[in-house]
């Protein structure tokens, strides 16, 4: 009966909402959207500063973007923090050892190319290494992820997104292509940068939320 009299009570008293006023409220949430997302790219950039904290900024945009951006629950900064410090330990350490092998690869592309100049080596084979650089970023990237989505051991988390990676080609040939176009147009036209790395982030948890969507139990 209590249920039926609110109803009723509701049924009176509701406004019918105009076009104009469906147009206006969905303009607003847009551009609330649009700032949201610039408040939250710019928490990436200021927490992946120390560069050992990348891994972590990364999770907790991921974490930002599924509370915040998707699910509209908690503030930009309580979304971002909350993410930043459930995944710092695990984050940190991947940030390290992917830096790690980064700086190994390159070290690569630099001897080689020490070698080109004395004409003992093919200038060339660097390639492969840029290759290797570039490959190392896509799976650190599903590395990250992952963490972002699943409470693993380091150990089960660098096996389980290799294997999303490689059974997901679709979604890594787009998440290559996205990085590497946000990574021109950051270095053309450096103001990007305050908008453009979430953005393209963003696009790329739309699309593997639904792949780790498969994988839950």
């Known amino acids: ?32 959207k649009v700032v949201e997302l610039m408040g939250a790219n710019a928490l990436l950039l200021l927490f992946s500063l ?8 990364v999770c907790a945009y991921f974490y930002t973007v599924r509370r915040n951006l998707v ?4 503030h ?17 350490g991947l940030t390290l050892l992917f ?20 004409g003992r080596v093919n200038a060339g084979l660097s390639g492969i290494f840029y290759a290797l650089l570039a490959l190392l970023a896509l799976y650190a990237l599903w590395v990250f992820l992952y963490v972002s989505h699943f409470m693993d051991p380091t ?21 290559a292509a996205l ?4 990574a021109l147009a950051c270095w053309a036209f450096w103001p990007a940068l305050l908008i453009l790395p979430g953005t393209v982030l963003w696009i790329i948890c739309g699309r593997t939320d639904r792949v780790f969507d498969k994988y839950r139990g």
């Open 1 to 32: 009966m209590r249920g039926k009299t609110c109803y009723n009570s509701l049924r009176e008293v509701r406004h019918v909402t105009t076009p104009e006023e469906k147009s206006e409220n969905r303009f607003w949430r847009f551009m609330r």
């Open 50 to 57: 120390p560069v050992v904290t990348a891994g972590a900024a």
């Open 71 to 74: 699910e509209e629950l908690d």
């Open 76 to 92: 930009v900064w309580g979304c971002f923090w909350r993410g930043f410090r459930m995944n710092f330990r695990q984050a940190t």
């Open 99 to 118: 830096l790690a092998l980064g700086l190994f690869f390159y070290g690569d592309v630099v001897a080689i190319r020490t070698l080109a100049e004395l």
């Open 155 to 175: 150990r089960v988390a660098l096996k389980n997104a290799f294997v999303v990676a490689v059974s997901n080609l679709p979604s890594t040939l787009l998440m």
């Open 179 to 182: 990085l590497a176009v946000c």
